[in-house]
Structures are given as C-alpha cells and as structure tokens.
C-alpha cells in the first residue's frame, strides 16, 4: 500500500502494539500529522479532515480504523489487544480500545451531533455502554481513501454529473466570488443563479476545480427523514469528492427544498430567480453575467474552429444574435452542422446548416404549459388577404436581418432589437397558423405556450412562470406564441385590494420582457379592443386576420381536401358563398371526410352539409340552403 494507507498502517502498528497511547511520552500519531501537512490540500485525506473539521482525534481515529480494514497486520494487532484486555473479537474496533490507542480521543467524538457520526463517516454497531460499541469506517469512506470513487446508491438514484465543458471566464469569476463567503452558519453560502444553465454553471464549476453534479429538485424526497438522509450523504461524497451540486426545477414543496439546501455541507447552487424563504444559511444571489454579442460570437467561433467560422463567415453574428446555447448545446449544434459546413460552397449555404443545427440543439426544459415543435405549415398553406399577408412578410424581413440592422449597421434600438407582434381576428382566420408559417421560413421552432397552465392562482407564481418562458426562448431562439393574450394581458384593472396589485405588477413585468426580449414573439387575440392601450405600444406588428372573402374561400375550400380524398362535388362555388373562417372549413372537411370513410364512399354534397350544419350551429349561426350548379340541396332547418 502507499500514500494515506500506508502511513494509516504504520501508525495504527505504533498505537496499537501494547502500550496505552497515554502512557507513552511521544505522539504514535507523529507521521500522520506530519504527511497530512505535506500533502496536497486536494487529496480525499485533506478533503476529509478540511471539509468536516476533524480535530487531530478524529483524524487518527480515521486512519486508526481504515488501517483495521484494510492491512491483515493491523486487524490482527487490534485482535490480539482487544483478547488481551478480555473482550471477545465480534467485528469493528472496540471504542475503549480506539481511545486508548489515540492521544485525547474520548467517547464524546462519536457523539451524534459530531462529524463523524453526524455524516456517516464512523458507523456504530454492538451494545451498550458506549465504551463497548464496535466501530468501523463507512464502506463509501473506505473506498474513497483508497482511490476509488463509487456514488452512493442514494446519491446515484437521483444525482448525476454535469459534463464537463468550455468555461465562460465571466461566469467562473463571479461563481469563484460566491463560493468563498461564509454565511452565518459558517456554511458556504447558497449560490442563487436566476436564468443559469446546469451546463452553463457545471462548466464554471469544473474551472474552479469543483466536480459539478445536478439534482433536480422535483426528485427530493417526500418523507424529510430520507431528505435528511440525502442531504447528510451528498455532504460527505461532496467532502470526499472535492463536488459541488446544482439544484434546479421545481420542487414537492418551497418547505422541502429549503430544508434540504439548509442540510447540505458544501457548495450548492440553485437555479431560480430567488432562494426559497425561511433558510438559515447564507444566500448570493448572482447577478446575470451579461451574454453580449461580442461574447457570444466568440464562444461560437472558439467551437466552429477557423475553417468552418471563416466559412459561416459574417452569417455568425446572424447566428450568434439569435442563439444563446450553453457550452454542451452549442457543441451539439457545431457537431451536427459540420458534414453541411464542411460541404458548403458558399456563406449563405454554411449559415443556414448553422442555424437549422443550433435551432434544434439541446433538449427542451420541462415547462409547465410550454411546448416545442417544428412548424407544421408553409407560406402557400396559408390563405390571407393580400395586406394580411404583406405585413407578415415585413415581420419577416425584420426577424430575418436585425442582427445586420442593429449589429453590423449600429441602428439604434431604443425599444430592444426584438420584434413582438400581436395578431388580430376571429377565431380560425389563420393566426396561429401564420406565426408558424413565419417560424418555417425562418428555420425556426415553435414555443407555444398554454396560458391555462401559466397562470398560477398564487402570487408571484405568473411572473416566475413567464420568467422561464423567456429564458428557454431566449436560449433555444424559438418563436414564442402566446394564445388568446386577452386572457392575461386585457385591460388592466383599479387596484381594489392586494390580489389587484400583484396582478398588474405581473402584467407590467410581462410588458417589460416583451419589451426587452432579443427574438421573436407573437401574441394571438380574437378581441383586439380588450387589449390594453399600453400593451400594444410595446408591439412592433399590429396584423389583423379578418374572415375571408369570397376569392380566399374559394382558395380554401379548393385546399380542404388532400388529393388523396376521394371527394364527389358538382359546384364547389356554393360553398364559397358561405362566411366561414378557414378554421370552420377544416372542420367541415374534415368530418365530411370521417362521414365518407365510415359509409366507404367518396365525400357527398349531403355529407357536406351535415357537418356544415354542425359547424354552424356550434356558432348560433343559421343553416343556409346551398345551391348546387342549378340544384338547390339542403334545408334552413
């Protein structure tokens, strides 16, 4: 053996080899205070006795009881002493002899409220008194000191490293500042990091010699006794590790994850906009390190390598603008662009495999009421009046080239280099469909995002909601549509009591991200007058999406069937005759087409009607009669 088990074997031989450690003049324990001092403050010895502030007692006792592990010589001499003195060998080092062998050990080491005990470093096993107990050294501890590094299963069940990647220098000097206080527990403090990544934070903590490992708060324990147990484990492995753990998602309970972050010894950080309330330890809240462009472009270029950034060429400020991926995500995208980057003849092609690759990297955050996914329609999907569609194509051209307007030309943007568009109409004219249009020409994904489910009943619970909303579309440079924003954003109201002022502060606080956010938003409205008059000053698009005329349901009628329905129609010309919204001719095509198949035919005239008079009548419309070529089919009924 060599290092710490060599040198815990040499003394424990000393100590145990007959004479009581307080009768004899020198110290049996001399060469292990001295190695300690001599080695690196980084070996698991040092971590251990540093990280729980073992006072030499429990230091000697430590390698004392990893020696009786692990050396055949030293089990035996622990033996010989313990049937010298009468007691019957039954596994582990008996207390009285522990603390005959070490200078100033005494049964209060092992009380419970002490290191040792207290993180399950010594475990305790026999009868009573306590001078009787039989010690041994925890098998994780063992493991350790020997160079091994196995998790612990508790650790193992709900943990995981964080990969190790490229640092952000910003990021890694402002953690290396939060880490070094002490709180008033003489604890490190809480590290809050509102809008961090885990890869983003994993990266900083690696640089500072940390090993990152991530917990996501929504495994914690429900029974606080196994929560205790979790926090009191990870506090050794993290000891024994040299680790540091980044907590993040949400929670069983604000209760059970203060009472978790308040038990754990070491380094944590929390991803959250603010630290649960009630925590007695320290709390740094991290300022957001500013992601400027110059900083951005950097880290890009850094991963693309020379060739393949002078290929992308001034195409990766475009990217860089829109994009704001943790290390790992970035390096996927990078990864999964480079077969196009390296085949692409020209700047324009290598931008675009680019940004599709960076558009679909990392996987999407867990937000309640979010969704993202690939648009599902094209521009000549989409059937709107001539102005309609206009306006949609100058929200594209601004998307398209702000990174050129606002970064390479200097355009001053006194409302933030985003682009926030309302969208106008009845239900069915086509909103949604043209926000995802917009996001297909774009390259991009779609971040829809249900109201129902953001919306929390409890205060503060929106503004944070919202908060994470922003911060994935900011990170993946999706699109964000909000539906029906009249739920939310109508006209505001007097503040009659306190529910009143908590409701309009997170309205405001919506319309100050709206303003500030860097991509593209669209927010969706079927009553455009409930909108309150300060919130649409924040949009740069007002697109309104009448019902169709004539010429547009003649388009859409023609489209409402795929070419592989079997559809048996005289005049589609009555039909266009009709004022429906192109959602209500989808939905009449459509259980027109479910009608045909059940019968086995090809769609009629009568199946048509049928689900017409459905549609309508779901409207408080009135049923028309149609006139087929020269026929007149149907009923007012």
Same mark, same amino acid.
């Given at each position: 053996m060599t290092g710490f088990p060599a040198v815990a074997e040499a003394v424990a031989l000393v100590a145990l080899s007959g004479t009581a450690a307080e009768e004899s003049s020198t110290d049996p324990f001399a060469a292990l205070w001295s190695w300690l001092e001599d080695t690196d403050s980084e070996s698991t010895p040092r971590r251990l006795t540093d990280g729980f502030g073992l006072a030499r007692p429990e230091q000697a006792l430590v390698a004392l009881l990893l020696a009786v592990e692990t050396s055949e010589a030293v089990a035996r001499a622990a033996a010989a002493a313990s049937a010298a003195a009468g007691g019957v060998p039954d596994g582990g080092l008996p207390l009285w002899l522990a603390c005959r062998a070490v200078p100033g050990l005494d049964v209060g080491a092992l009380a419970a409220t002490r290191p040792l005990t207290w993180f399950g470093v010594v475990l305790t096993s026999g009868p009573v008194p306590r001078i009787e107990t039989r010690l041994t050294l925890s098998p994780a501890v063992v493991d350790r000191l020997l160079g091994h590094a196995a998790a612990e299963p508790a650790i193992a069940a709900r943990m995981g490293r964080v990969p190790d990647s490229r640092p952000e220098a910003p990021l890694v000097a402002a953690l290396e500042t939060a880490l070094a206080g002490r709180g008033p527990l003489g604890l490190p403090p809480l590290v809050v990091a509102p809008g961090g990544t885990v890869g983003e934070l994993g990266a900083a903590l690696h640089a500072l010699g940390l090993e990152a490992w991530q917990l996501a708060a929504g495994t914690l324990?429900? +029974?606080? @006794?196994?929560?205790?147990?979790?926090?009191? @484990?990870?506090? &050794?492995?993290? =000891?024994?590790?040299?680790?540091? %753990?980044?907590?993040?998602?949400?929670?069983?309970?604000?209760? !059970?994850? #203060?009472?978790?972050?308040?038990?754990?010894?070491?380094?944590?950080?929390?991803?959250?906009? &603010?630290?649960p309330d009630g925590m007695a330890r320290g709390v740094h809240g991290l300022s957001p390190v500013g992601d400027d462009l110059d900083t951005a472009r950097r880290r890009w270029a850094a991963a693309l390598g020379p060739d393949r950034a002078g290929r992308v060429g001034a195409g990766l400020t475009r990217v860089a603008a829109q994009f704001r991926l943790d290390p790992g995500a970035l390096d996927a995208a990078v990864a999964a662009a480079a077969p196009a980057l390296d085949a692409a003849r020209d700047e324009q092609t290598a931008t675009a495999a680019l940004w599709h690759a960076a558009a679909r990297a990392g996987t999407p955050l867990p937000l309640a009421g979010v969704r993202i996914t690939e648009p599902a329609h094209r521009w000549d999907e989409l059937v709107v009046p001539p102005p309609t569609a206009a306006a949609l194509r100058r929200i594209e051209v601004h998307v398209r080239h702000a990174a050129r307007v606002f970064d390479d030309w200097g355009f001053p943007s006194r409302r933030g280099r985003g682009v926030a568009a309302l969208f106008a109409g009845p239900s069915g004219t086509g909103k949604t469909m043209a926000a995802e249009v917009l996001a297909d020409s774009l390259d991009l994904r779609v971040m829809t995002i249900d109201l129902s489910l953001v919306i929390s009943k409890w205060v503060g619970e929106t503004s944070k909601n919202i908060a994470s909303c922003f911060a994935e579309a900011e990170r993946s440079g999706a699109v964000m549509v909000w539906n029906e924003g009249d739920a939310i954003w109508g006209a505001r109201g007097g503040v009659g009591n306190a529910v009143d002022r908590h409701v309009n502060a997170e309205v405001g606080d919506l319309l100050q991200r709206i303003e500030e956010f860097s991509g593209f938003t669209v927010v969706?409205?079927?009553? &455009?007058?409930?909108? +309150?008059? =300060?919130?649409? $000053?924040?949009?740069?698009? @007002?697109? +309104?999406?009448?019902?169709? !005329? $004539?010429?547009? $349901?003649? $388009?859409?009628?023609?489209? !409402?069937?795929?070419? #592989? @329905?079997?559809?048996?129609?005289?005049?589609?010309?009555?039909?266009?005759?009709?004022?429906?919204?192109?959602?209500?001719?989808?939905?009449?095509?459509?259980? =027109?087409?479910? %009608? #045909?198949?059940?019968?086995?035919?090809?769609?009629?005239?009568?199946?048509?009607?049928?689900? %017409?008079?459905?549609?309508? &009548?779901?409207? +408080?419309?009135?049923?028309?009669?149609?006139a087929w070529g020269t026929a007149t089919v149907g009923s007012a009924s």
């Open positions: 324990p429900d +029974d606080p @006794v196994e929560r205790e147990r979790l926090a009191l @484990v990870w506090s &050794r492995e993290a =000891a024994l590790d040299g680790a540091a %753990l980044v907590v993040h998602g949400t929670p069983p309970s604000v209760e !059970a994850l #203060a009472g978790f972050l308040d038990r754990v010894v070491g380094h944590v950080v929390l991803v959250a906009e &603010r630290a969706t409205t079927n009553l &455009r007058h409930a909108i +309150d008059a =300060a919130f649409l $000053r924040r949009f740069r698009f @007002v697109v +309104d999406f009448p019902l169709p !005329a $004539r010429d547009e $349901r003649r $388009r859409l009628w023609a489209a !409402a069937f795929p070419p #592989a @329905v079997p559809v048996h129609l005289p005049d589609r010309e009555a039909l266009a005759d009709l004022p429906l919204s192109g959602g209500s001719i989808r939905n009449v095509a459509l259980g =027109a087409a479910f %009608l #045909a198949a059940e019968a086995g035919v090809p769609v009629t005239p009568a199946m048509i009607e049928t689900e %017409l008079a459905h549609e309508l &009548r779901k409207q +408080d419309l009135p049923v028309p009669r149609l």
